[in-house]
């Protein structure tokens, strides 16, 4: 429950928690914690002891038994089976970023137990999402014996029987939502398909991973083996966005170590390349440094680039690649760049001429290897879910972004009857369509919107974890605060309001000057404050001694060597 307020200058509604006295009293007397921290841990939904107990220890420990997957028996036997006959395995991946480390995975386990290893990501323009048939005819000619797929296969009906037609068997690990039909593997190791896995959000990595744990508890080999393998799995979870909760917190928290301690020659040169320092990688480094590097080699070119790269053990090739993704990723940011202009002004047009819930924007001048990330950025700054499409000698691909409460997927399927394919979950979706459908389609999704998506919806909303005063702030706080780390979907970096702080000065920093930097000031204390993007407001409402409330996130600001406690400006609403 929360309690609303008037926008701020970013007319976003401050949504602010209510404090659960008795239960705040209860965690804090148990687990022997602040009470801020135990407020922080029931805005996240937990609000039992023993829970909580879970979600800030966030032991490796806790990590499920990957047999309560019921095919994995049959996965494991099947890939040992192939292995002692010395049978050639192919893994088959995707080629975003939980694809090419589901790929990089389950082929640095395998590779210790055969060399009959290959490895297969099909490329995005040629091939598209998921198994295709002429994958399976090379597979064949080649002898494979065995395909296990990563972070794809749950929709791949047709394909699968063709390669079983081959006489080769298929192995589907996957975490995308199942369709009506399901392909008759061998085995299928998917939460959101086997009823009896509890936790339904891994990622492609982190299913992947869970075969590779059961790989390592049949073989009664040293589990301490596999957490070095993590960095792959927090890369790629975070890549992915799941929900940073339940086994998930456990592996990205305990990855992002092993990212920092990586010794793979392929992660240092990227991580070098990006400009970031080992020991100081977190989500945000990862989102934006390490990620866009990875995803941009499938969205221009060959996303085997990045896989070798994560896979090499030569220091010179891994600095060769590294740097070849870079100059990718900055041809990608130029191409999105523009696209991105192009839509956002149609998308201005779609809301007010046309009043779409649901923005669906096309065009044949768009590369189809960057509308994900296009759809993303609208969703972001519209509120709305987008679909932004690609088309392409009458056959158009688009990538759609969802909001809390429209389902995507589900709304996908019931336009499916003017879709050549579509796939995804609940937050994001792909699909394929006929460029002439397109107005059809544009209709009937928003036809449906109407009874999922209400015009509060639309409004965007700031959740806000607490009403603090500037005198609490400080480097206890902030260390109560990073117990609550790794921050992301689901267990969101916490928010924080201040009512009547007094600005007491104001400049404008950065390259471009498009960051404001304030001082806040209370009684003899003053705080220094930055707001990201938000240098437009500087002149339009501060004057010295302005009175205003805020809304921010609490930070420690590293700097020549000192720590100073910083807040993170997330919206400003004046008082007069």
Not at 102 to 108: E, G, I, R
Not at 198 to 214: M, N
């Given at each position: 429950m929360c309690e609303k307020r008037e926008r701020g200058i970013n007319k976003i509604d401050w949504c602010i928690s209510k404090e659960n006295k008795k239960l705040q009293s209860e965690l804090s007397k148990e687990l022997n914690i602040s009470p801020i921290l135990a407020q922080l841990l029931i805005n996240r939904g937990t609000k039992e002891v023993l829970s909580a107990r879970r979600f800030l220890k966030a032991d490796l420990k806790d990590l499920r038994d990957p047999y309560i997957f019921q095919d994995m028996e049959k996965a494991v036997d099947k890939i040992l089976s192939a292995i002692n006959n010395d049978e050639r395995i192919l893994i088959y991946g995707d080629y975003d970023v939980d694809g090419i480390t589901?790929?990089?995975?389950?082929?640095?386990i395998l590779r210790e137990f055969t060399t009959n290893l290959y490895y297969y990501i099909p490329n995005r323009f040629q091939e598209g999402y998921g198994l295709n048939e002429e994958a399976i005819d090379i597979a064949f000619k080649n002898n494979i014996r065995l395909i296990i797929t990563v972070d794809c296969g749950i929709s791949s009906v047709s394909e699968i029987e063709k390669a079983n037609n081959y006489g080769i068997d298929v192995i589907v690990t996957d975490h995308h939502q199942p369709q009506k039909d399901i392909p008759s593997a061998i085995a299928i190791i998917n939460p959101k398909y086997d009823t009896n896995y509890?936790?339904?959000?891994?990622?492609?990595?982190?299913?992947?991973?869970?075969?590779?744990?059961?790989l390592y508890s049949k073989l009664k080999k040293n589990q301490d083996d596999l957490w070095s393998l993590l960095?792959?799995?927090?890369?790629?979870?975070?890549?992915?966005?799941?929900?940073?909760?339940?086994?998930?917190?456990?592996?990205i928290k305990y990855g992002l170590k092993a990212l920092n301690q990586t010794k793979k020659e392929g992660l240092k040169a990227l991580i070098m390349e990006s400009g970031v320092n080992c020991g100081d990688l977190g989500t945000k480094e990862v989102n934006f440094a390490l990620a866009p590097r990875i995803n941009a080699a499938g969205r221009l070119?060959?996303?085997?680039?990045?896989?070798?790269?994560?896979?090499?053990?030569?220091?010179?090739?891994?600095k060769h690649l590294s740097r070849k993704l870079t100059e990718i990723n900055k041809h990608r940011q130029e191409i999105?760049?523009?696209?991105?202009r192009e839509a956002r002004e149609l998308a201005s047009i779609q809301i007010k001429e046309e009043d779409n819930k649901v923005l669906v924007l096309a065009s044949e001048n768009w590369n189809q290897g960057v509308v994900g990330i296009i759809a993303s950025r609208l969703t972001d700054e519209?509120?709305?879910?987008a679909i932004v499409i690609s088309k392409k000698d009458g056959i158009a691909k688009g990538s759609g972004r969802s909001i809390?409460?429209?389902?995507?997927?589900?709304v996908l399927e019931s336009c499916q009857d003017i879709l050549i394919n579509f796939g995804g979950h609940e937050l994001a979706a792909g699909i394929t369509i006929e460029s002439n459908k397109i107005p059809e389609f544009k209709l009937r999704i928003n036809e449906i919107s109407q009874d999922f998506i209400k015009e509060d919806d639309l409004n965007p909303e700031l959740k806000i974890d607490a009403q603090i005063s500037l005198r609490n702030i400080n480097f206890g706080l902030v260390k109560d605060i990073n117990v609550l780390e790794p921050f992301g979907v689901g267990n969101p970096q916490p928010v924080f309001c201040s009512y009547k702080n007094i600005i007491s000065d104001w400049r404008l920093v950065g390259e471009k000057r498009e960051h404001l930097k304030?001082?806040?000031?209370?009684?003899?204390?003053?705080?220094?404050?930055?707001?990201?993007?938000?240098?437009?407001?500087?002149?339009?409402?501060?004057?010295?001694?302005?009175?205003?409330?805020?809304?921010?996130?609490?930070?420690?600001?590293?700097?020549?060597?000192t720590e100073n406690v910083q807040l993170n400006i997330k919206d400003i609403k004046t008082i007069f």
């Open positions: 589901s790929v990089a995975l389950l082929f640095s509890p936790f339904k959000e891994l990622a492609g990595v982190g299913v992947g991973f869970k075969v590779a744990q059961a960095d792959y799995v927090a890369l790629g979870s975070i890549a992915d966005s799941v929900p940073f909760i339940d086994e998930n917190r456990i592996l070119g060959d996303s085997k680039l990045a896989l070798e790269l994560l896979l090499t053990d030569s220091e010179y090739k891994a999105g760049d523009n696209i991105l519209f509120n709305r879910p809390k409460g429209f389902h995507l997927y589900k304030i001082k806040i000031k209370e009684e003899n204390r003053t705080l220094e404050g930055i707001g990201f993007k938000l240098s437009r407001i500087g002149n339009q409402i501060f004057s010295e001694n302005k009175v205003v409330d805020l809304a921010f996130n609490i930070e420690l600001n590293k700097w020549n060597g």
